[in-house]
Structures are given as structure tokens and as C-alpha cells.
């Protein structure tokens, strides 16, 4: 059997680390992804009228986007084709 040099130990070597690296990120992001799940938003007023367009973001961003993260009146909806909505609520 032929010995491989140096130069091809170094190349298998580099595409082996590069390819379990991807792979790796590959992994983390499926998992994490499922914690950072878009839906489509509308806001709407204390009296329940609709404030804007919709908007797409996750659970935290439309915190930060509306200002709303309380425990009373519903201050926005969102929604996604394959989870139950979602909502979140004025401060007081």
C-alpha cells in the first residue's frame, strides 16, 4: 500500500475538522431554531383595534418591537401555521 505524503495527511485532515464543524453548526441551529420560532403578528389597542400592519418576529423581538411583556390586556397576537397562537400583553 502506498504511503500518502504529508501535503495529502494535512488536506484529508483540514476536510475532515471543516466537515464536522459544518455539521456541528448544522445540529445547533435545528435545535436552537425551534427556540427562536417566527410568527406572523398583529398589535392591536386596549380596546382591541389593530395597530399597524402585521409583522413577522419571534416571542422576544415582538416584546422588543411593541414594548409589551405585562400580564393583563392581550397587546399583540401572533401566529404560525403549525403552533397555537401566541400572545402578549400590555404592561401596567
Known sequence: MKKQS??????L?????GSGI?????IVNHFTSS??????WQQVDRQGNNIGL?????VS???SRTGCSGDEE???????????PVTIQYND
Open 13 to 17: 485532515t483540514t476536510f475532515l475538522l
Open 61 to 63: 423581538g415582538a416584546q
Open 74 to 84: 392581550t397587546c399583540a397576537t401572533g401566529t404560525s401555521g403549525t403552533l397555537p
Open 54 to 58: 402585521p409583522f413577522n418576529d419571534t
Open 6 to 11: 504529508l501535503k495529502s495527511k494535512i488536506l
Open 35 to 40: 427556540t427562536q420560532q417566527q410568527y406572523s
Open 22 to 26: 459544518a455539521g456541528a453548526t448544522e
